[in-house]
């Protein structure tokens, strides 16, 4: 399966339309991940099982109290998985 992560910005402040940050639009960050599955536990911790590049048993990325993943510094608005 392809998690792919999209509407990212290094920055929440590219969601706030009073901050110079503020990009109109869907945000230009997207992020590929194969995966052989997914869980979402209690709508705030994404877990990717049989990561490649990752070690351990699955990835474990907190989804904030914002509604954002962040991966290597770029906050992920939205996310999708075939």
Known sequence: MIVTFYNGSKTKE???????EFIDGWKP????????????TYGSIL????????DG?????????????QIDDVYYGDWSCK
């Open 14 to 20: 590219a969601w706030n339309p009073d901050s110079p």
């Open 29 to 40: 960050e997207m992020l590929e991940v194969e995966c052989k599955g997914l869980t979402v």
């Open 47 to 54: 877990r990717l099982f049989g990561v490649p590049y990752k």
């Open 57 to 69: 048993d699955f990835w474990r990325l907190d989804i904030d109290k914002d509604g954002f993943v």
